[in-house]
């Protein structure tokens, strides 16, 4: 389901979606996203100094969540990203390599050595760097998704 209603303190900031992808992150590295924040959980992932994006397991995989620095650094609002194939976050030349990356987090569960260049709104490029990618399942251990997390890239000229 898509929530298209933006974060904030009216749902929790996505507390229920956030608690998945933490659960799932920390079953598959076995280690946590986060220290202990609390019950604020959702907030602070939204708010985080990392980009956090997760999208669900459509065939074409729709773009579910991104927290407030992934929205800044695809120039989108929420309601841009959410409902978007997350394909068209990366340019048409990078989407097979993309497309690899993504069934190898399918077989191994994550990867946690990602690089890759990925598109703004605008046409800006920038490069990812040791981004993690996992797997994510839902409170019943369903799947639900996957999820990317990452706190290095640069802008290209």
């Known amino acids: 389901m898509l929530d298209l209603h933006p974060p904030g303190p009216d749902n929790r900031y996505h507390q229920n979606h956030i608690e998945w992808v933490l659960d799932s992150y920390r079953r598959v590295l076995g280690k946590p996203l986060l220290d ?3 019950d604020d959980f959702g907030r602070v992932v939204y708010e985080a100094d990392f980009a956090l ?3 669900n397991t459509d065939p074409d995989p729709l773009f579910n969540y991104a927290n407030r620095k992934a929205l800044g ?3 989108l609002t929420w309601q841009e990203l959410v409902g978007m194939p997350s394909r068209f976050s990366a340019e048409p030349v990078n989407r097979e390599e993309r497309e690899r990356l993504l069934a190898k987090v399918a ?3 994550y990867i946690d050595d990602y690089a ?3 598109i703004a709104k605008s046409g800006r ?4 760097r040791g981004a993690v990618v996992w797997n994510v399942l839902d409170g019943d251990g369903r799947p639900y998704g996957q999820a990317a997390c990452f706190s290095d890239w640069d802008w290209l000229a």
């Open 53 to 55: 994006l997760s999208h």
């Open 125 to 128: 490029r920038f490069m990812i």
């Open 107 to 109: 077989r191994q569960g």
């Open 116 to 118: 890759g260049v990925r």
């Open 36 to 38: 202990a924040v609390g």
């Open 73 to 75: 650094l695809f120039e």
